[in-house]
């Protein structure tokens, strides 16, 4: 993590009442963004921008990893910027110290790619062959081992008659 200079300690306190309870802090990096200047948080669950004011009170954005289609970086000579693409919006993180920059996109980077092939995963369960099932019950009538009320019975449940 980054050390937190005085305008971050505001917002880092915040961070218990924010965080799940199950969250924890991985990458913390603090930027200019929607007017404030605030931390963006990489948790294991999602990216959180907090603004803690001294009179306005508080500003919190999350972005969660399922949500966000792509991060981008870009460094100039003093500072970097953060670019997230999520949920069919972009959000920039302006005046991030340039060391930081590309080491936070590439955790963001691997935190989505990870989150999207664990959503692919549950999703591709396999989808029976209805011709492959109703050959096998053929082949079991066949053999005597169903009769043909059984094997016309489970024939309609298959197709759904």
């Known amino acids: 993590m980054t050390q937190a200079g005085y305008w971050d300690t505001r917002k880092i306190k915040e961070l218990p009442n ?12 603090q930027g200019y963004y929607a007017g404030a200047t605030g931390i963006l948080v990489a948790t294991n669950k999602r990216l959180v921008f ?22 981008q970086y870009k460094t ?10 999520a949920s069919g919006n972009r959000a920039d993180i302006k005046n991030v110290e340039k060391k930081l920059v590309r080491n936070f996109a ?12 664990k959503n692919t995963v549950k999703s591709e369960e396999p989808v029976p062959d209805i011709a492959d099932q109703i050959k096998k019950l ?10 043909e009320e059984e094997f016309s019975a489970k024939k309609k449940k298959i197709l759904g008659i």
């Open 138 to 147: 053929a082949d079991l009538k066949e053999q005597g081992i169903l009769t």
């Open 76 to 85: 100039g000579m003093l500072l970097g910027e953060l670019t997230i693409y």
């Open 50 to 71: 907090v603004d803690k004011g001294l009179i306005y009170g508080l500003k919190v954005e999350d972005f969660p990893y399922d949500k966000i289609s792509s991060i």
């Open 18 to 29: 924010i965080l799940w309870e199950d969250e924890k802090v991985e990458k913390l990096v």
């Open 106 to 117: 590439e955790f963001v980077r691997a935190k989505t790619t990870e989150n999207k092939e």
